[in-house]
Protein backbone atom coordinates (compact mmCIF):
# COMPACT_ATOMS: atom_id res chain seq x y z
CA UNK A 1 0.00 0.00 0.00
CA UNK A 2 2.90 2.47 0.70
CA UNK A 3 4.77 1.26 -2.65
CA UNK A 4 1.32 2.78 -4.54
CA UNK A 5 1.35 5.72 -2.60
CA UNK A 6 5.05 6.11 -4.08
CA UNK A 7 4.16 5.17 -7.37
CA UNK A 8 1.56 7.61 -7.88
CA UNK A 9 3.37 10.76 -6.46
CA UNK A 10 5.88 9.22 -9.04
CA UNK A 11 3.59 9.10 -11.36
CA UNK A 12 2.03 12.37 -10.89
CA UNK A 13 5.06 14.03 -10.82
CA UNK A 14 5.62 12.08 -13.62
CA UNK A 15 2.56 13.66 -15.66
CA UNK A 16 3.21 16.79 -14.34
CA UNK A 17 6.53 17.21 -15.70
CA UNK A 18 4.85 16.26 -18.96
CA UNK A 19 2.07 18.51 -18.73
CA UNK A 20 4.96 21.66 -17.84
CA UNK A 21 7.37 21.35 -20.31
CA UNK A 22 8.14 18.05 -20.79
CA UNK A 23 12.40 18.57 -19.75
CA UNK A 24 11.95 18.91 -15.89
CA UNK A 25 9.88 17.99 -13.39
CA UNK A 26 8.97 21.20 -10.65
CA UNK A 27 10.52 21.62 -7.97
CA UNK A 28 6.90 21.25 -6.39
CA UNK A 29 6.69 18.02 -8.31
CA UNK A 30 10.32 17.19 -6.70
CA UNK A 31 9.28 18.13 -3.22
CA UNK A 32 6.47 16.07 -3.26
CA UNK A 33 8.31 13.10 -4.95
CA UNK A 34 10.39 13.21 -1.83
CA UNK A 35 7.67 13.38 0.71
CA UNK A 36 6.35 10.30 -0.86
CA UNK A 37 9.64 8.53 -0.51
CA UNK A 38 9.68 9.61 3.33
CA UNK A 39 6.60 8.35 3.43
CA UNK A 40 7.34 4.75 1.49
CA UNK A 41 10.53 4.42 2.74
CA UNK A 42 10.79 4.36 6.24
CA UNK A 43 9.07 2.41 9.17
CA UNK A 44 9.19 2.84 12.50
CA UNK A 45 11.43 0.59 15.11
CA UNK A 46 11.66 0.75 18.53
CA UNK A 47 11.26 3.98 20.20
CA UNK A 48 11.64 5.79 16.65
CA UNK A 49 8.47 6.37 15.57
CA UNK A 50 7.56 8.37 12.37
CA UNK A 51 6.40 11.30 13.53
CA UNK A 52 9.84 11.97 13.42
CA UNK A 53 9.47 13.23 10.04
CA UNK A 54 6.99 15.41 10.72
CA UNK A 55 9.04 18.92 10.36
CA UNK A 56 8.19 21.64 12.74
CA UNK A 57 8.40 25.45 11.07
CA UNK A 58 12.40 25.91 12.02
CA UNK A 59 13.15 21.83 10.52
CA UNK A 60 11.20 22.84 7.62
CA UNK A 61 12.60 25.97 6.72
CA UNK A 62 16.30 25.10 7.47
CA UNK A 63 16.18 21.61 4.88
CA UNK A 64 17.82 23.49 1.85
CA UNK A 65 20.81 23.53 0.39
CA UNK A 66 20.63 27.31 1.18
CA UNK A 67 19.42 28.93 4.62
CA UNK A 68 16.71 30.62 4.86
CA UNK A 69 16.41 34.32 4.21
CA UNK A 70 17.17 36.77 7.11
CA UNK A 71 13.72 37.54 8.20
CA UNK A 72 12.53 33.98 7.96
CA UNK A 73 15.46 33.42 10.33
CA UNK A 74 14.69 35.92 12.64
CA UNK A 75 11.21 35.23 13.12
CA UNK A 76 12.51 31.02 13.79
CA UNK A 77 14.55 32.52 16.38
CA UNK A 78 12.07 34.82 18.12
CA UNK A 79 9.43 32.01 18.37
CA UNK A 80 12.08 29.58 19.91
CA UNK A 81 13.68 31.91 22.19
CA UNK A 82 9.64 32.68 23.30
CA UNK A 83 9.56 29.14 23.85
CA UNK A 84 12.73 28.51 26.37
CA UNK A 85 11.56 27.44 29.61
CA UNK A 86 13.95 28.97 32.44
CA UNK A 87 14.67 27.26 35.73
CA UNK A 88 11.68 28.23 38.11
CA UNK A 89 13.45 28.52 41.25
CA UNK A 90 16.17 30.58 39.65
CA UNK A 91 19.06 28.04 39.76
CA UNK A 92 21.01 27.51 36.92
CA UNK A 93 23.81 25.46 37.84
CA UNK A 94 24.05 22.22 39.19
CA UNK A 95 27.30 19.61 39.89
CA UNK A 96 30.24 19.85 36.65
CA UNK A 97 30.98 16.32 37.37
CA UNK A 98 27.61 14.85 36.35
CA UNK A 99 27.79 17.32 33.36
CA UNK A 100 31.45 15.65 32.40
CA UNK A 101 29.35 12.70 32.33
CA UNK A 102 26.66 13.82 30.45
CA UNK A 103 28.98 15.33 28.17
CA UNK A 104 30.51 12.37 27.09
CA UNK A 105 27.86 9.93 27.02
CA UNK A 106 26.42 10.35 23.32
CA UNK A 107 23.94 7.45 24.18
CA UNK A 108 19.86 7.99 23.34
CA UNK A 109 16.35 8.22 21.12
CA UNK A 110 18.26 5.88 18.28
CA UNK A 111 15.91 2.98 17.29
CA UNK A 112 18.49 1.00 19.47
CA UNK A 113 18.10 2.50 22.50
CA UNK A 114 15.68 1.57 25.19
CA UNK A 115 12.50 3.81 26.12
CA UNK A 116 12.83 5.48 29.50
CA UNK A 117 16.67 6.17 29.60
CA UNK A 118 17.85 9.45 30.11
CA UNK A 119 19.56 10.57 27.04
CA UNK A 120 23.40 11.38 27.03
CA UNK A 121 24.54 15.19 26.08
CA UNK A 122 26.74 14.16 23.23
CA UNK A 123 28.95 17.03 23.88
CA UNK A 124 32.20 15.39 22.72
CA UNK A 125 31.23 14.52 19.84
CA UNK A 126 30.92 18.24 18.26
CA UNK A 127 32.80 20.33 20.92
CA UNK A 128 36.34 20.19 22.54
CA UNK A 129 35.61 21.28 26.36
CA UNK A 130 38.74 19.85 28.40
CA UNK A 131 42.33 19.58 28.07
CA UNK A 132 41.97 15.79 28.67
CA UNK A 133 39.99 14.93 26.70
CA UNK A 134 41.25 14.36 23.23
CA UNK A 135 38.80 12.58 21.67
CA UNK A 136 36.26 15.25 20.33
CA UNK A 137 34.73 16.23 17.38
CA UNK A 138 34.63 19.53 15.51
CA UNK A 139 31.51 20.39 14.12
CA UNK A 140 31.00 23.13 16.96
CA UNK A 141 33.56 25.55 18.53
CA UNK A 142 35.56 24.34 21.15
CA UNK A 143 34.06 25.69 24.31
CA UNK A 144 37.42 24.73 26.61
CA UNK A 145 38.14 27.64 29.12
CA UNK A 146 34.04 28.95 28.03
CA UNK A 147 33.68 30.70 31.54
CA UNK A 148 36.64 32.04 31.86
CA UNK A 149 36.85 33.58 28.53
CA UNK A 150 33.53 35.19 29.17
CA UNK A 151 34.61 36.35 33.07
CA UNK A 152 32.89 34.36 35.00
CA UNK A 153 34.63 34.34 38.32
CA UNK A 154 31.34 33.93 39.91
CA UNK A 155 28.34 32.28 37.86
CA UNK A 156 25.99 33.28 40.89
CA UNK A 157 26.77 37.31 41.03
CA UNK A 158 24.76 39.41 38.75
CA UNK A 159 27.10 40.74 36.27
CA UNK A 160 27.65 36.96 35.24
CA UNK A 161 23.78 36.96 34.66
CA UNK A 162 23.47 37.59 30.91
CA UNK A 163 26.39 35.23 29.99
CA UNK A 164 23.89 32.55 32.16
CA UNK A 165 20.96 33.11 31.02
CA UNK A 166 22.30 33.25 27.38
CA UNK A 167 24.27 29.69 27.82
CA UNK A 168 21.01 28.16 29.36
CA UNK A 169 18.96 29.60 25.94
CA UNK A 170 21.57 27.98 24.02
CA UNK A 171 21.13 24.68 25.53
CA UNK A 172 17.40 24.58 26.20
CA UNK A 173 16.94 26.14 22.13
CA UNK A 174 20.01 26.14 20.30
CA UNK A 175 17.66 27.41 17.58
CA UNK A 176 16.77 30.93 19.95
CA UNK A 177 20.00 32.65 18.66
CA UNK A 178 21.00 30.67 15.60
CA UNK A 179 17.84 29.64 13.41
CA UNK A 180 19.65 26.45 11.27
CA UNK A 181 21.90 25.60 14.34
CA UNK A 182 23.48 22.02 13.66
CA UNK A 183 23.00 21.07 17.81
CA UNK A 184 20.04 19.99 18.73
CA UNK A 185 17.80 21.63 21.49
CA UNK A 186 18.12 19.72 24.09
CA UNK A 187 15.52 21.08 26.38
CA UNK A 188 12.57 22.15 24.05
CA UNK A 189 13.15 18.47 21.95
CA UNK A 190 13.16 16.69 25.82
CA UNK A 191 15.96 15.21 24.69
CA UNK A 192 17.66 16.41 28.15
CA UNK A 193 15.78 17.24 31.55
CA UNK A 194 15.96 20.46 33.46
CA UNK A 195 18.02 19.40 36.10
CA UNK A 196 20.78 17.59 33.26
CA UNK A 197 21.28 21.04 31.75
CA UNK A 198 21.78 22.49 34.90
CA UNK A 199 25.00 20.07 35.40
CA UNK A 200 25.83 21.10 32.10
CA UNK A 201 25.53 24.59 33.02
CA UNK A 202 28.04 23.86 36.00
CA UNK A 203 30.36 22.07 33.51
CA UNK A 204 29.95 25.16 31.12
CA UNK A 205 30.45 27.93 33.93
CA UNK A 206 32.04 26.45 37.56
CA UNK A 207 35.40 28.14 38.03
CA UNK A 208 35.72 25.14 39.56
CA UNK A 209 34.70 22.81 36.79
CA UNK A 210 38.21 21.18 33.87
CA UNK A 211 36.54 23.45 31.09
CA UNK A 212 37.80 26.29 33.04
CA UNK A 213 40.57 25.06 34.75
CA UNK A 214 44.19 27.03 34.59
CA UNK B 1 48.00 -11.95 7.56
CA UNK B 2 46.38 -9.93 10.13
CA UNK B 3 49.07 -10.17 12.93
CA UNK B 4 51.66 -8.35 10.80
CA UNK B 5 49.57 -4.93 10.23
CA UNK B 6 48.54 -5.45 13.97
CA UNK B 7 52.30 -5.77 15.49
CA UNK B 8 53.63 -3.09 13.69
CA UNK B 9 50.34 -0.73 14.78
CA UNK B 10 51.53 -1.61 18.12
CA UNK B 11 55.07 -1.07 17.49
CA UNK B 12 54.01 2.20 16.06
CA UNK B 13 52.24 3.25 18.24
CA UNK B 14 54.75 2.60 20.92
CA UNK B 15 57.49 4.02 19.66
CA UNK B 16 55.33 7.75 18.58
CA UNK B 17 54.35 7.47 22.77
CA UNK B 18 57.85 7.11 23.64
CA UNK B 19 59.17 10.40 20.99
CA UNK B 20 56.49 12.69 21.93
CA UNK B 21 54.75 11.89 25.15
CA UNK B 22 53.24 15.39 25.52
CA UNK B 23 52.87 16.43 21.92
CA UNK B 24 49.41 13.96 21.31
CA UNK B 25 47.43 16.97 19.92
CA UNK B 26 44.70 16.57 17.72
CA UNK B 27 47.20 16.31 14.67
CA UNK B 28 49.22 13.35 16.21
CA UNK B 29 46.03 11.75 16.57
CA UNK B 30 44.88 11.82 13.54
CA UNK B 31 48.14 11.36 12.09
CA UNK B 32 48.07 8.37 13.83
CA UNK B 33 44.76 6.81 12.87
CA UNK B 34 45.65 7.77 9.08
CA UNK B 35 49.02 5.87 9.69
CA UNK B 36 46.51 2.68 11.93
CA UNK B 37 44.49 2.72 8.96
CA UNK B 38 47.65 2.50 5.98
CA UNK B 39 49.12 -0.45 8.24
CA UNK B 40 45.72 -2.45 7.67
CA UNK B 41 45.08 -1.72 4.17
CA UNK B 42 48.21 -4.12 3.75
CA UNK B 43 45.50 -7.36 4.57
CA UNK B 44 42.30 -6.12 3.99
CA UNK B 45 39.78 -8.94 5.53
CA UNK B 46 37.43 -8.00 2.95
CA UNK B 47 39.14 -10.24 0.70
CA UNK B 48 37.47 -13.00 2.66
CA UNK B 49 34.39 -11.72 1.24
CA UNK B 50 35.46 -10.95 -1.63
CA UNK B 51 36.19 -14.67 -2.46
CA UNK B 52 32.90 -15.79 -1.60
CA UNK B 53 31.51 -13.12 -3.82
CA UNK B 54 33.57 -14.58 -6.38
CA UNK B 55 31.76 -18.10 -5.80
CA UNK B 56 28.27 -17.12 -4.68
CA UNK B 57 28.09 -14.97 -8.32
CA UNK B 58 29.28 -18.39 -10.43
CA UNK B 59 27.07 -20.65 -8.36
CA UNK B 60 23.72 -21.47 -9.56
CA UNK B 61 21.24 -20.59 -6.08
CA UNK B 62 17.61 -20.46 -6.00
CA UNK B 63 14.77 -22.56 -6.74
CA UNK B 64 15.67 -21.56 -10.28
CA UNK B 65 19.23 -23.09 -9.95
CA UNK B 66 20.51 -20.29 -11.92
CA UNK B 67 23.96 -18.46 -11.19
CA UNK B 68 24.15 -14.44 -11.82
CA UNK B 69 26.87 -15.66 -14.19
CA UNK B 70 24.35 -16.64 -16.70
CA UNK B 71 21.48 -14.48 -15.26
CA UNK B 72 22.33 -11.55 -13.99
CA UNK B 73 22.87 -7.84 -15.27
CA UNK B 74 24.67 -5.30 -13.16
CA UNK B 75 23.96 -2.60 -16.36
CA UNK B 76 26.45 -3.68 -18.64
CA UNK B 77 25.37 -6.99 -19.81
CA UNK B 78 24.30 -10.46 -18.47
CA UNK B 79 27.26 -11.80 -16.34
CA UNK B 80 29.61 -8.38 -16.90
CA UNK B 81 31.02 -7.60 -12.82
CA UNK B 82 34.18 -5.22 -14.25
CA UNK B 83 33.51 -1.39 -14.14
CA UNK B 84 29.38 -2.11 -12.69
CA UNK B 85 30.19 -0.54 -9.38
CA UNK B 86 31.03 2.98 -10.80
CA UNK B 87 27.70 2.94 -12.78
CA UNK B 88 25.50 2.47 -9.95
CA UNK B 89 23.09 3.74 -9.30
CA UNK B 90 21.50 3.34 -12.77
CA UNK B 91 18.12 2.96 -14.68
CA UNK B 92 17.08 -0.18 -15.42
CA UNK B 93 14.30 -0.61 -18.47
CA UNK B 94 13.44 -4.25 -16.79
CA UNK B 95 12.35 -3.01 -13.82
CA UNK B 96 11.60 0.77 -14.78
CA UNK B 97 13.60 1.74 -11.50
CA UNK B 98 16.40 2.89 -10.68
CA UNK B 99 18.43 0.76 -9.11
CA UNK B 100 21.52 0.92 -6.56
CA UNK B 101 24.10 -2.31 -6.11
CA UNK B 102 21.65 -3.92 -3.58
CA UNK B 103 18.31 -3.54 -4.66
CA UNK B 104 19.71 -4.38 -8.49
CA UNK B 105 21.16 -7.78 -6.22
CA UNK B 106 17.43 -8.56 -4.67
CA UNK B 107 15.99 -7.83 -8.15
CA UNK B 108 18.71 -10.55 -9.91
CA UNK B 109 18.24 -13.33 -6.42
CA UNK B 110 14.26 -13.13 -7.38
CA UNK B 111 14.85 -14.14 -10.79
CA UNK B 112 17.12 -16.99 -9.12
CA UNK B 113 13.51 -17.78 -7.50
CA UNK B 114 14.51 -16.29 -3.97
CA UNK B 115 12.05 -13.89 -2.15
CA UNK B 116 13.52 -10.78 -2.70
CA UNK B 117 10.67 -8.52 -0.21
CA UNK B 118 11.93 -11.28 2.66
CA UNK B 119 15.37 -10.85 2.06
CA UNK B 120 14.76 -7.05 2.58
CA UNK B 121 12.85 -7.73 5.57
CA UNK B 122 16.02 -9.69 6.98
CA UNK B 123 17.83 -7.99 9.60
CA UNK B 124 22.06 -7.10 8.18
CA UNK B 125 24.24 -10.33 9.27
CA UNK B 126 22.02 -12.97 9.30
CA UNK B 127 20.46 -15.18 6.11
CA UNK B 128 20.98 -14.21 2.96
CA UNK B 129 21.98 -10.26 3.46
CA UNK B 130 25.46 -12.27 4.88
CA UNK B 131 25.91 -13.86 0.92
CA UNK B 132 25.02 -10.09 -0.30
CA UNK B 133 27.68 -8.83 1.96
CA UNK B 134 30.41 -11.36 -0.10
CA UNK B 135 28.46 -10.42 -3.19
CA UNK B 136 28.73 -6.69 -2.95
CA UNK B 137 32.58 -6.72 -1.58
CA UNK B 138 32.83 -8.77 -5.13
CA UNK B 139 31.40 -6.75 -7.09
CA UNK B 140 32.82 -3.50 -5.74
CA UNK B 141 36.34 -5.02 -5.46
CA UNK B 142 36.29 -5.83 -9.14
CA UNK B 143 35.87 -2.03 -9.94
CA UNK B 144 38.95 -0.97 -7.79
CA UNK B 145 40.34 2.07 -8.89
CA UNK B 146 38.55 2.42 -11.82
CA UNK B 147 36.33 6.15 -11.35
CA UNK B 148 32.77 6.84 -11.01
CA UNK B 149 30.84 7.53 -13.50
CA UNK B 150 27.50 7.52 -12.87
CA UNK B 151 24.52 8.24 -16.13
CA UNK B 152 22.53 10.95 -15.13
CA UNK B 153 20.91 10.87 -18.92
CA UNK B 154 17.98 9.23 -18.08
CA UNK B 155 14.52 11.28 -16.83
CA UNK B 156 14.17 8.99 -13.58
CA UNK B 157 18.36 9.65 -12.92
CA UNK B 158 17.95 13.05 -12.47
CA UNK B 159 14.88 12.57 -10.40
CA UNK B 160 16.56 10.27 -8.21
CA UNK B 161 19.15 12.94 -7.71
CA UNK B 162 17.38 15.45 -6.92
CA UNK B 163 15.01 13.77 -4.35
CA UNK B 164 18.36 12.65 -2.91
CA UNK B 165 19.61 15.46 -2.87
CA UNK B 166 16.51 16.94 -1.07
CA UNK B 167 16.62 14.46 1.67
CA UNK B 168 20.41 15.45 2.21
CA UNK B 169 19.70 18.20 3.63
CA UNK B 170 15.96 17.03 5.13
CA UNK B 171 15.77 17.85 9.01
CA UNK B 172 13.65 15.62 11.17
CA UNK B 173 13.96 13.77 14.40
CA UNK B 174 14.67 14.56 18.17
CA UNK B 175 18.04 16.17 17.34
CA UNK B 176 16.97 18.04 13.97
CA UNK B 177 19.65 16.69 12.31
CA UNK B 178 19.97 16.06 8.52
CA UNK B 179 22.86 14.18 6.61
CA UNK B 180 24.36 17.85 5.99
CA UNK B 181 24.75 18.55 9.95
CA UNK B 182 27.33 16.04 10.00
CA UNK B 183 28.91 15.78 6.13
CA UNK B 184 27.81 19.97 5.03
CA UNK B 185 31.38 21.17 5.26
CA UNK B 186 34.99 20.33 5.45
CA UNK B 187 37.77 18.95 7.38
CA UNK B 188 35.26 18.17 10.58
CA UNK B 189 34.85 15.43 12.64
CA UNK B 190 32.50 13.51 15.05
CA UNK B 191 35.11 12.60 18.46
CA UNK B 192 38.32 11.43 16.38
CA UNK B 193 36.47 10.31 13.19
CA UNK B 194 36.94 12.68 10.01
CA UNK B 195 33.40 13.27 8.07
CA UNK B 196 33.17 13.83 4.25
CA UNK B 197 32.48 16.65 3.38
CA UNK B 198 29.36 15.14 0.85
CA UNK B 199 27.83 18.90 -0.37
CA UNK B 200 30.62 18.35 -3.14
CA UNK B 201 33.11 16.27 -4.44
CA UNK B 202 34.65 14.63 -1.32
CA UNK B 203 37.24 13.30 -3.63
CA UNK B 204 38.88 9.78 -4.59
CA UNK B 205 38.17 6.98 -2.14
CA UNK B 206 36.23 9.52 0.28
CA UNK B 207 32.82 9.18 1.16
CA UNK B 208 30.32 7.01 -1.73
CA UNK B 209 33.44 5.70 -3.75
CA UNK B 210 34.45 3.93 -0.59
CA UNK B 211 31.88 1.75 0.38
CA UNK B 212 31.87 -1.35 0.89
CA UNK B 213 34.38 -1.45 3.59
CA UNK B 214 35.50 -3.99 6.41
CA UNK B 215 35.31 -2.47 9.63
CA UNK B 216 38.03 -3.22 12.24
CA UNK B 217 36.04 -2.30 15.27
CA UNK B 218 32.85 -4.93 14.42
CA UNK B 219 34.69 -7.12 12.19
CA UNK B 220 31.99 -6.56 9.56
CA UNK B 221 31.53 -5.96 6.04
CA UNK B 222 28.98 -3.30 5.82
CA UNK B 223 27.54 -2.18 2.37
CA UNK B 224 26.60 0.82 1.60
CA UNK B 225 23.05 0.10 2.27
CA UNK B 226 23.87 -0.83 5.85
CA UNK B 227 26.28 2.21 6.18
CA UNK B 228 23.33 4.13 5.39
CA UNK B 229 21.28 2.55 7.67
CA UNK B 230 23.63 3.31 10.65
CA UNK B 231 23.52 7.17 9.75
CA UNK B 232 19.90 6.81 9.99
CA UNK B 233 19.68 5.40 13.36
CA UNK B 234 22.29 7.71 14.58
CA UNK B 235 20.68 10.91 13.13
CA UNK B 236 17.61 9.42 15.24
CA UNK B 237 14.88 8.90 12.41
CA UNK B 238 13.20 6.17 11.86
CA UNK B 239 14.25 3.03 10.38
CA UNK B 240 14.98 3.27 6.75
CA UNK B 241 13.85 0.40 4.48
CA UNK B 242 16.46 -2.00 2.78
CA UNK B 243 16.80 -0.60 -1.02
CA UNK B 244 13.36 1.30 -0.58
CA UNK B 245 13.60 4.32 -3.22
CA UNK B 246 15.02 6.76 -0.29
CA UNK B 247 18.18 5.10 0.12
CA UNK B 248 18.98 4.76 -3.68
CA UNK B 249 17.75 8.41 -4.14
CA UNK B 250 20.33 9.44 -1.58
CA UNK B 251 22.87 7.10 -2.84
CA UNK B 252 22.26 8.59 -6.65
CA UNK B 253 23.06 11.72 -5.02
CA UNK B 254 26.29 10.61 -3.49
CA UNK B 255 27.41 9.23 -6.51
CA UNK B 256 26.71 11.83 -8.94
CA UNK B 257 28.35 14.32 -6.22
CA UNK B 258 31.30 11.96 -6.25
CA UNK B 259 31.76 11.90 -10.28
CA UNK B 260 34.72 10.85 -11.16
CA UNK B 261 36.57 9.98 -8.17
CA UNK B 262 38.66 6.97 -7.82
CA UNK B 263 36.84 3.63 -5.90
CA UNK B 264 39.00 2.32 -3.40
CA UNK B 265 35.73 -0.18 -2.05
CA UNK B 266 36.02 -2.46 -0.52
CA UNK B 267 37.82 0.29 1.79
CA UNK B 268 38.78 -0.49 5.40
CA UNK B 269 37.64 1.30 8.21
CA UNK B 270 38.44 1.50 11.99
Known sequence: MMMKTAMKALFLAGAAALAGCATAPSPQALDQL??????????????AKLDRLTQDDAQQACSGEKPPADDVAR???A????????????????DWREGEKLAQNGRGMTWSDPEGVPSGGNCYNCHQLTKAEISYGTIGPSLYQYGRL???????????????????????????????????????????SAAQIRDLMALLLDPKSPVNAQ | MMRGPFAALVAALLASALASPFALAQTSAADGIAQYRALLADGNPAELWEAKGELLWKQPRGTNKLSFEKS???????????????????????????QDLESRLLSCMQTQGFNAAEIAATPFGRGEQVNIEALVAYISAESKGMKFKVSQAHAEERKMFEAGKRLFYFRGGPYDFACASCHGEPGKRIRLQDLPDLTHNPGDGVGFAAWPAYRVSSGELWSMQRRLNDCYRQQRFPFPGYASDATIALSTFMAVQGQGAVSIAPAIKR
Open chain 1, 34 to 47: TQAMLKSSFREQGI
Open chain 1, 75 to 77: RIE
Open chain 1, 79 to 94: AQLASVKWPADGVYLG
Open chain 1, 150 to 192: RGVSDPASPASGEIVKYTWGKLWNAKATNACSNMPRFGHAGVL
Open chain 2, 72 to 98: CDLGKGIGVVKGAFVELPRYFSDTQRV
